[in-house]
């Protein structure tokens, strides 16, 4: 997500402490990539609600939270997706915006790597192909490319293991660029988005936590 890691360490920390100014920081940061997750499993209609409902859940239990940025991404989009996921069994199915796999295979992609065509992509645009994806596709992607996170952590995110999180964003970056190949016109006009993130040592951190007033949307 956005920002500096060890800002958003210290913004988290404080907002543990009380601090309502350091839980905006917290939200502001967060909360556009946290979205695009949301919509990725539910679709444009719901996703502000759900990521509203995700949101009083990190307010609420946030005093229980134990780590740094890397954490919090993984923990909050932890508690996104379970809304998510609540909210589409009440619903029964999946957003109609998500399409079949095979609107994505046999189409010439314009380079040798997905790589190279994740990188020609704006978030906006690279949520709505990803939405074409299989699910387990589509959060392996937007986990580890929009949200930012490890495979690690975003495996702890899913509940399976990193290398079946790495394969599934493998393919699905590979099928992103299947699709954009078929679609110069929009690869044209489409900007960066950050690289995959890679696991990387960490101290072991911990929070004090004195107390937490309940927060509302609007305090976001």
């Given at each position: 997500?956005?920002?500096?890691?060890?800002?958003?360490?210290?913004?988290?920390?404080?907002?543990?402490?009380?601090?309502?100014?350091?839980?905006?920081?917290?939200?502001?940061?967060?909360?556009?990539?946290?979205?695009?997750?949301?919509?990725?499993?539910?679709?444009?209609?719901?996703?502000?609600?759900?990521?509203?409902?995700?949101?009083?859940?990190?307010?609420?239990?946030?005093?229980?939270?134990?780590?740094?940025?890397?954490?919090?991404?993984?923990?909050?989009?932890?508690?996104?997706?379970?809304?998510?996921?609540?909210?589409?069994?009440?619903?029964?199915?999946?957003?109609?915006?998500?399409?079949?796999?095979?609107?994505?295979?046999?189409?010439?992609?314009?380079?040798?790597?997905?790589?190279?065509?994740?990188?020609?992509?704006?978030?906006?645009?690279?949520?709505?192909?990803?939405?074409?994806?299989?699910?387990?596709?589509?959060?392996?992607?937007?986990?580890?490319?929009?949200v930012g996170l490890d495979a690690k952590t975003a495996?702890?995110?899913?509940?399976?293991?990193p290398g079946a999180v790495r394969t599934a964003a493998?393919?699905?970056?590979?099928?992103?660029?299947?699709?954009?190949?078929?679609?110069?016109?929009?690869?044209?006009?489409?900007?960066?988005?950050?690289?995959?993130?890679?696991?990387?040592?960490?101290?072991?951190?911990?929070?004090?936590v004195t107390h937490t007033r309940a927060r509302t949307?609007?305090?976001?």
């Amino acid at each position: 997500m956005l920002g500096d890691d060890a800002e958003l360490t210290a913004a988290v920390r404080a907002a543990q402490d009380g601090d309502e100014t350091a839980f905006r920081t917290v939200y502001r940061a967060v909360h556009p990539r946290l979205l695009g997750y949301v919509r990725t499993l539910v679709g444009d209609p719901d996703a502000e609600d759900v990521a509203s409902e995700a949101w009083l859940q990190i307010a609420r239990d946030l005093e229980r939270f134990d780590g740094d940025a890397d954490r919090f991404r993984g923990w909050a989009a932890r508690i996104a997706r379970n809304r998510a996921l609540d909210h589409i069994r009440m619903r029964g199915r999946r957003p109609a915006t998500v399409g079949d796999e095979t609107e994505l295979t046999g189409k010439p992609a314009p380079s040798d790597t997905a790589g190279e065509a994740i990188e020609a992509l704006t978030t906006g645009t690279t949520l709505s192909l990803i939405a074409k994806l299989p699910q387990d596709q589509a959060e392996a992607v937007v986990l580890r490319v929009v949200v930012g996170l490890d495979a690690k952590t975003a495996a702890r995110t899913l509940g399976k293991r990193p290398g079946a999180v790495r394969t599934a964003a493998h393919r699905g970056l590979k099928r992103l660029a299947e699709l954009l190949g078929a679609d110069a016109e929009s690869a044209d006009a489409l900007d960066a988005l950050p690289a995959q993130r890679e696991p990387r040592a960490r101290a072991a951190t911990s929070a004090t936590v004195t107390h937490t007033r309940a927060r509302t949307q609007k305090d976001m």
